[in-house]
């Protein structure tokens, strides 16, 4: 069976979403987002993906009628 893998978000993609330049504060910042994201808002980025599957499903659905 086929597993879904979320994209790996790395350093250099935060830096070009947030359109900032790497310097050891940023850095630190970095370290902190993903902390966060790991700590206290897994959970919504869950339901988010959650959610997308069965948008799809539901997409895929509608095409086969």
Same mark, same amino acid.
């Given at each position: 069976? /086929?597993? &879904?893998? #979320?994209?790996?978000?790395?350093?250099?993609?935060?830096?070009?979403?947030? *359109?900032?330049?790497?310097?050891? !504060?940023?850095?630190? /910042?970095? &370290?902190? #987002?993903?902390?966060?994201?790991?700590?206290?808002?897994?959970?919504?980025? *869950?339901?988010?993906?959650?959610? !997308?599957?069965?948008?799809?499903?539901?997409?895929?659905?509608?095409?086969?009628?």
């Amino acid at each position: 069976m /086929r597993k &879904l893998i #979320v994209s790996n978000w790395e350093y250099e993609d935060y830096l070009a979403i947030t *359109d900032r330049k790497d310097s050891p !504060t940023t850095q630190k /910042r970095w &370290l902190a #987002v993903i902390a966060l994201i790991n700590t206290k808002h897994y959970e919504s980025i *869950d339901n988010e993906i959650r959610e !997308t599957v069965q948008w799809v499903d539901d997409l895929i659905t509608k095409e086969e009628k």
